[in-house]
């Protein structure tokens, strides 16, 4: 009555969803993190002028450290000059450097910008006045971090747009 026949079943047809799902996640979140580094950068670094500028002895002086996953260590300093309290991370440049003269307890002065509840410290100098975190430091490592994020977000938004074409001439 009925045969059977030896041939292949009809392949299932892929859904839309799942030929999707992979470059439509790359592409958005890869946008998301271009837009994150584009506000970044929009908010930028203050003008040097603009900066407060505050001379005293350093008070309530906190040494904080973490160990990361693989036994690295991440260390953080928070501090007060005057009425103004601010932090600064070992991942900053010439932390080392502002760490001795933190703990020599000599006179200061500190550059924050001052807005909403975080101080972010842009200069410091040493009781001589020696500069020991310089502006373009502090702008440079801003500069520095605004790359890493819009590399990522840029490599995101590429292999979406290749696994796209992908399925799009497959």
Do not use: H
Not at 2 to 11: Q, R
Not at 23 to 46: D, E, K, N, S
Not at 66 to 74: A, D, E, I, L, N
């Amino acid at each position: 009555m009925f045969e059977e026949s030896e041939s292949d079943p009809a392949p299932k047809p892929e859904s839309v969803i799942g030929k999707w799902l992979a470059p439509g996640a790359y592409l958005l979140i890869g946008g998301l993190i271009v837009g994150y580094a584009f506000v970044r950068y929009r908010q930028g670094c203050p003008p040097e002028a603009s900066l407060l500028s505050v001379r005293g002895q350093p008070q309530r002086v906190r040494w904080n450290e973490t160990r990361g996953r693989y036994g690295s260590k991440f260390q953080n300093v928070q501090f007060a000059v005057g009425e103004i309290d601010t932090s600064y991370e070992s991942d900053q440049p010439r932390f080392e450097d502002v760490e001795r003269v933190l703990r020599s307890a000599q006179i200061v002065e500190i550059w924050v910008c001052k807005t909403g509840a975080a101080n972010k410290l842009y200069k410091l100098n040493s009781n001589r006045g020696r500069p020991v975190v310089t502006y373009s430091d502090s702008v440079g490592k801003n500069t520095q971090d605004l790359f890493s994020i819009l590399f990522i977000g840029g490599a995101s938004l590429v292999l979406g747009t290749y696994f796209a074409f992908r399925r799009l001439y497959a």
